[in-house]
């Protein structure tokens, strides 16, 4: 594979959503308060989980890592979106850019998976419910964190040792709002068919066959609680179509963008927003701070700290 001849660059533009400034202003604002009420909410879930009694479960263990994971996943790339919005020059350097990526699918592959055991979880919960503590035992629960992880640092390391050593020369614009692996790799100077293929056979069939799992799942556990109980299919059914919802505006971007990465669908900044911006927020909205038990876990927190201040 022959270079194109063109001068090495050091660092890539990253064209934002808009150059009118009143639209920049109106996302710095808004991406700014979604950022601050994710980083907040998740922090918050996570203090909760860790210090509450009443939480000390199985299903409330996985909800807390998700938390963290949702708030690094925003973090890889909110705060460098949120302050190129009131920058006249949004540029990143080749190997900032590296370092989003790399973190982008690390805590991408690992909050995939992570989803998928949480649907277990619910699974034996709901259809095994006599033998839930024994079958989501701690020891089984940390193997599947620790199992979250390393297939998200596979995930990423598969994708950027085959990325990190590309020669870029010449065109160096980015027509999103962060690095992500199909825009960058377009910016190559070598061919990069191989390498095409392979995000699409890495990411998008990932994103792909863990969204099909997950909706498995919810079939199953929907089917189950259907046959045992024709009062409890309500009640399951108004819980795990909030999941549902999550995890589509999750999924769907993702499958979309990796699925088909070198389409204009890859360039799409909605798409890419949603499963970076909107969804790690809408993770503790939906998952937890809707539930009547981790509100009254976080109302007995605060106010076992105002007493213990006010005695202070």
């Known amino acids: 594979m022959d270079a194109k001849n063109g001068s090495v660059v050091t660092e890539f533009i990253l064209l934002g959503f808009s150059e009118r400034w009143e639209l920049q202003i109106f ?3 808004t991406f700014s308060l979604i950022y601050g009420a994710t980083a907040v909410g998740n922090i918050l879930i996570m203090v909760t989980v860790i210090f509450s009694s009443t939480l000390h479960s199985p299903m409330y ?3 807390g890592n998700l938390s963290f994971l949702d708030m690094c996943l925003s973090t890889a790339t909110t705060p460098k979106m949120i302050t190129d919005l009131l ?3 949004k540029t990143i350097s080749v190997w900032g850019c590296m370092a989003q990526m790399f973190f982008m699918h690390f805590f991408g592959g690992a909050e995939m998976t992570l989803l998928l055991v949480m649907a277990f979880d619910r699974y034996v919960a709901i259809c095994k419910p006599l033998h839930y503590r024994t079958i ?3 020891r089984l629960l940390k193997g599947f964190v620790i199992l979250s992880w390393v297939i998200g640092f596979i995930h990423t390391m598969s994708q950027m040792v085959l990325t990190v050593n590309l020669p870029f020369c010449g065109h160096n614009v980015i027509n999103s709002i962060f690095c992500d692996l199909p825009l960058v790799i377009k910016l190559a100077c070598v061919e990069t068919y191989a390498l095409e293929l392979f995000v699409i056979a890495d990411s998008g069939l990932l994103s792909f066959i863990c969204f099909i799992l997950l909706l498995v799942s919810y079939t199953v ?4 609680v259907q046959q045992k109980s024709s009062g409890g299919l309500s009640k399951a059914l108004s819980t795990l179509s909030a999941h549902i919802i999550v995890v589509t505006l999750f999924f ?3 499958i979309f963008i990796y699925a088909w990465p070198f389409s204009t669908l890859a360039s799409n900044k909605t798409l890419a927003v949603f499963y970076t911006v909107i969804t790690p927020l809408l993770n503790p909205i939906i998952y937890t701070l809707r539930n009547q038990k981790m509100q009254g876990a976080m109302r007995k927190l605060l ?9 202070f």
Do not use: D
């Not at 556990?221 to 189950?224: C, D, F, K, Q, R």
């Not at 106010?303 to 005695?311: L, P, R």
């Open 252 to 254: 769907g971007p993702c």
């Open 27 to 29: 996302f710095f604002v």
């Open 61 to 63: 263990f996985l909800l």
């Open 221 to 224: 556990i929907l089917l189950t």
């Open 87 to 89: 920058s006249e020059h």
């Open 303 to 311: 106010f076992h700290h105002v007493s213990s201040a006010q005695n």
């Open 136 to 138: 989501m035992s701690h």
